[in-house]
């Protein structure tokens, strides 16, 4: 499943965003980060927010550890990084109390520790071209857009080293590169994050003008945090909103994969054609994600795959997770001796088998078919492992037809489904 990181400044790392919420102190080996990870769910994502500087706001941006804090986030598993930074703006149109989603840094910081690759006599170039992620840049225009917020995006952010805020010389010729908004925070967080190939966006809030605009006061520190509070209550609002979206965005992408295909095989039904999926590799690449993140940290001795669309998903989950894939098959096509299990259809009934010898006594077994509809085939597939000696730990499916109520049928089994449909006939 999805985890989130968010690493936030003030009045972001609020517990009360979070269900089920703890507070966990972690080191790693570069040192201990800004803050403990306070982890629990949002929408029944998993997320763990980090306060850049610290619970207390008494790091200074020179100081903050943003090795350690990125590597937290990666060692606690998470997929994305939200960074929530006060910013000001370059620009007229980016007014303070707007939001900015920038696509693009320049890194003005002189002195930080700006890669996990120093010292350990290994030449990395990390790519940079695009350091921040569009995944999660559209989630959040598009969430700011149902919000009704003020907001900015593909915009380029210039990271200072602080603590002091910029001359005016410097805020002139930051607007002359081509920077639109000003941080002390965004390098080298967002760099690291790439390094460890985790997808990350800024959540930029606009505080001020900097000091370039002649009609505007000049930035101070007790502007930018009177602020940024009132900004944090738009940025927890967008991330309510967007937490869940970002969680399901890859399963809306294979839904769209899936063709709808009406009146087959007869009429009234809608038949739900995973062979656009198949041909998809992004699509494919998407559900073996999915399938690795659940079942990696689960014991999986064995994947069973059912004929025959099973065996496609099985197979590759199986290599995946470096184990065995075992297949279980209509009847007669297997060679040696074989265990069977009858079934119901809807209009009488059917048979798999499955090598008497395939999974050996205790062993942990998955069993992976492309689809639940009736929950007969599933059932059945679960049974044949059972007689032979191994547990069934979960059924795993890419489709569930859910007015077929085949979760229902399996009642007492573990079901994982990566897309639902309601209409299947």
């Keep these: 499943m999805v985890k989130l990181g968010i690493i936030g400044g003030s009045g972001l790392d609020d517990p009360n965003l979070l ?6 102190d972690v080191e790693t080996p570069y040192g201990k980060p800004s803050s403990v990870l306070t982890c629990g769910e949002i929408e029944e994502v998993e997320v763990c927010i980090l306060a850049r500087h610290g619970k207390n706001h008494d790091i200074l941006p020179e100081d903050v550890n943003f090795r350690a804090n ?91 080293e602080g603590p002091r805020f910029s001359t005016k010389a410097e805020s002139h010729m930051f607007r002359q590169w081509g920077a639109d908004i000003i941080n002390m925070s965004s390098c080298p967080e967002v760099i690291l994050a790439n ?6 966006q800024n959540i930029a809030m606009s505080t001020d003008y900097d000091c370039w605009k002649e009609d505007e006061e000049a930035v101070t520190f007790e502007m930018v945090m009177a602020r940024m509070k009132d900004n944090a209550e738009k940025v927890k609002e967008l991330l309510l909103k967007a937490i869940p ?77 470096g184990v065995g894939f075992v297949p279980i098959r209509k009847p007669g ?26 999974v050996k006594a205790g062993e942990r077994v998955l069993v992976v078919d492309d689809l639940i509809a009736t929950g007969g085939t599933l059932g059945a597939g679960c ?34 489904s990566i897309v639902e449909f309601e209409e299947s006939g």
């Design 19 to 24: 269900n089920n919420f703890s507070e966990k």
């Design 70 to 160: 990125i590597w937290a986030l990666k060692e606690e598993g998470c997929d994305f990084i939200l960074g929530a930074t006060a910013v000001g703006s370059l620009r007229e149109e980016i007014r303070p109390g707007d939001l900015v989603f920038p696509d693009q840094f320049i890194d003005f910081t002189k002195q930080r520790k700006m890669s996990f690759y120093s010292g350990k006599n290994e030449v990395v170039h990390t790519p940079m071209s695009e350091p921040y992620s569009k995944k999660l840049r559209d989630v959040l225009i598009s969430c700011c857009g149902d919000l009704g917020l003020d907001f900015h995006y593909d915009r380029t952010v210039v990271t200072i």
């Design 195 to 200: 390094e460890l190939g985790i997808e990350y």
């Design 245 to 321: 979206k970002i969680a399901n965005s890859d399963v809306d992408f294979i839904k769209k994969k899936i063709r709808a295909v009406p009146d087959f095989p007869k009429p009234g039904i809608m038949f739900r054609d995973i062979t656009t999926l198949l041909a998809d590799s992004e699509g494919m690449k998407k559900v073996l994600d999915i399938f690795y993140e659940r079942y990696k940290s689960r014991g999986i001795d064995v994947v069973a795959g059912i004929e025959s669309r099973g065996f496609i998903f099985g197979s590759m989950l199986a290599d995946k997770l």
């Design 333 to 358: 096509k297997l060679p040696a001796e074989v265990v069977s299990e009858e079934y119901e259809l809807e209009y009488g009934t059917d048979k798999i088998e499955i090598h008497k010898d395939a």
């Design 383 to 416: 049974n044949l492992v059972e007689k032979i000696g191994g547990v069934v730990v979960e059924c795993g499916v890419v489709v569930e037809l859910l007015d077929l109520k085949g979760r229902e049928k399996l009642s007492g089994r573990e079901v994982f």
